[in-house]
T-cell receptor, first 114, second 113 residues
């Protein structure tokens, strides 16, 4: 399967714990995006990378959130000191700059903070 | 700030009927308008997309109608099938902002057999 993959698919944690999610984009894609989707809503943009550079962060991305893409391939999204309001589906997408704007989404990581 | 407004929130259509979902946008800088389909527990998947230089795009049973002057666009699903039951999101993006996608709030479509 050469699509976008995310790990883990589900995560249950207690309030105050740190969690880290991983995204592996389509191999030739140089852009990688993180979105958050709460129940009954559309995905909301969090941040994006072009290669290893993080070029934009949404206001939704508080100081407790950090994302990295160290070698321009996979990316990680870490949430520190999780809160119940962080419970959501975290979606990763990738695209190829210079081509159509089509973003291909992964299956998401569903986070539940108790 | 909701830049893409979508309606209805939910829709029930009989098998074989036409499903119509409407969206409106505010920012005239948007230049790419995709529709995504999402099944429960899955990520969104691109269904069909249009640019503002055309008024209609058709792919199989799916058609986007685009009205640039009204800043509105819609998705029509012809001969709707039970397998089309999913949540549909309209969206918009700007080439100048690395195509960050702004999504509508979604329409939950149910096709009755």
């Amino acid at each position: 399967d050469t699509g976008v993959s995310q790990d883990p698919r589900h995560k249950i944690t207690k309030r105050g714990q740190n969690v880290t999610f991983r995204c592996d984009p389509i191999s030739e894609h140089n852009r990688l995006y993180w979105y958050r989707q709460t129940l009954g809503q559309g995905p909301e943009f969090l941040t994006y990378f072009q290669n290893e550079a993080q070029l934009e962060k949404s206001r939704l991305l508080s100081d407790r959130f950090s994302a990295e893409r160290p070698k321009g391939s996979f990316s990680t999204l870490e949430i520190q000191r999780t809160e119940q309001g962080d419970s959501a589906m975290y979606l990763c997408a990738s695209s190829l700059s210079g081509s159509s704007e089509t973003q291909y989404f992964g299956p998401g990581t569903r986070l539940l903070v108790l | 700030q909701q830049q893409v407004k979508q309606s209805p929130q939910s829709l029930i259509v009989q098998k074989g009927g036409i499903s119509i979902i409407n969206c409106a946008y505010e920012n005239t800088a948007f230049d790419y308008f995709p529709w995504y389909q999402q099944f429960p527990g899955k990520g969104p998947a691109l269904l069909i997309a249009i640019r503002p230089d055309v008024s209609e795009k058709k792919e199989g049973r799916f058609t986007i109608s685009f009205n640039k002057s009204a800043k509105q666009f819609s998705l029509h699903i012809m001969d709707s099938q039970p397998g089309d039951s999913a949540t549909y999101f309209c969206a918009a993006s700007m080439s100048s902002s690395a195509s960050k996608i702004i999504f509508g709030s979604g329409t939950r479509l149910s096709i009755r057999p």
